[in-house]
């Protein structure tokens, strides 16, 4: 017995079958090549009609788990994706159901899959209380209390935290806390802050502004560069914050940093330890261990594939 696990992202699609205790028997993985709208529908239904076609008596697979990189609208079955054009109301769920063969599918937020997969297979794993604050090109958080995932259509959606003051208007789109700390937060303030630097000549000068990325920002910053410095000590302060507040409110045991920013910024876990000790409840942050994912790029894989099982009772 098996189960399919699937993790949509803004660009790229990845499955991988599991078996009841965590092993993956086979993985595929693709890019979305700017297909948008009912053209991304169509490749994971393609996906899935590989697999199911052509498994073997040990890939039979009992049940469909996906990850979807928004708002998973459980009551409809509907999907907002951010990154992906026509899907602010997506019909995932009845689309892959028509194509399932009767096998159970069930479709969660990649937040809540990031911290799932951690429980199952990762630095969570034996945890009751834990968070999984993913900082990418946008910002989330999977909460686990009490042993079970925080749920709700938008729960998680940490990028709209109010770490600054006054309000700006640019932050509507997408909230604060995204707005200066995502990845694409990371190369927003990159060029804000290049217009403070008359003088500057450095590596990120080699780029026109709209062409600067988060990943720009983290090489310039391994040479020394003064803009990128001052950058990720603006984010380092934001993500030192953004820890406090989740320590002081849900006391977790673990907060787990991951996402493709954490990546290079693991380097910065105990500056932001330190950031978070100026502002969060003391006892609170005695009590929490922040580390990276163990998981990396497939927490959302494996939470995937925690969901397909827990749809059975096998988890």
């Given amino acids: 017995m098996a189960v399919l696990g699937i993790d949509l992202g803004g660009t790229k699609l990845s499955l991988a079958i599991f078996t009841e205790d965590g092993k993956i028997l086979r993985r595929e993985s693709t890019t ?18 590989k697999i199911l076609t052509s498994h073997d008596k040990q890939e039979y697979i009992q049940s469909i788990g996906i990850a979807v990189p928004g708002i998973s609208r459980h009551e409809t079955g509907t999907v907002w994706a951010p990154n992906i054009s026509g899907w602010e109301d997506y019909p995932l769920l009845e689309e892959v159901k028509q194509f399932a063969r009767q096998i159970p599918v ?62 700006d208007e640019k932050y509507i789109s997408c909230g604060c806390f995204e707005y200066n700390a995502s990845g694409e937060g990371i190369a927003r303030v990159a060029r804000e802050f290049l217009l403070r630097y008359s003088e500057y000549n450095g590596e990120l000068k080699k780029k026109l502004p709209a062409e600067i990325t988060a990943h720009d920002v983290f090489q310039a910053y391994e040479r020394n560069d003064i803009v990128a410095k001052a950058v990720l000590e603006h984010c380092i302060c934001f993500w030192g914050m953004a820890v406090a507040n989740l320590v002081s409110i849900f006391n977790p045991e673990k907060i787990i940093l991951g996402g493709g920013v954490f990546g290079p910024a693991i380097q910065f876990i105990s500056v932001i330890r330190d950031e978070a000790i100026k502002w969060a409840q003391p006892i609170s942050m005695s009590q929490v261990e922040l580390i990276s994912s163990k998981l990396g790029s497939d927490a959302g894989l494996y939470g995937a594939g925690f969901l397909a099982l827990k749809e059975l009772n096998l988890v």
Wanted: proline share 1%.
């Fill in 106 to 167: 069930i479709i969660d937020s990649d937040r809540a899959c990031y911290i799932s997969g951690e429980l199952w297979k990762g630095n969570a794993q034996g945890c009751k209380d834990a968070i999984f604050l993913a900082v990418g090109t946008g910002i989330g958080a999977g909460i686990l209390i009490n042993g079970e995932i925080l749920r709700g259509d938008i729960s998680g959606a940490v990028g709209w935290m109010a770490l600054d003051r006054p309000f």
């Fill in 32 to 49: 979305l090549d700017r297909r948008k709208g009912k053209e991304v529908g169509h490749l994971i239904i393609n996906e899935i009609e």
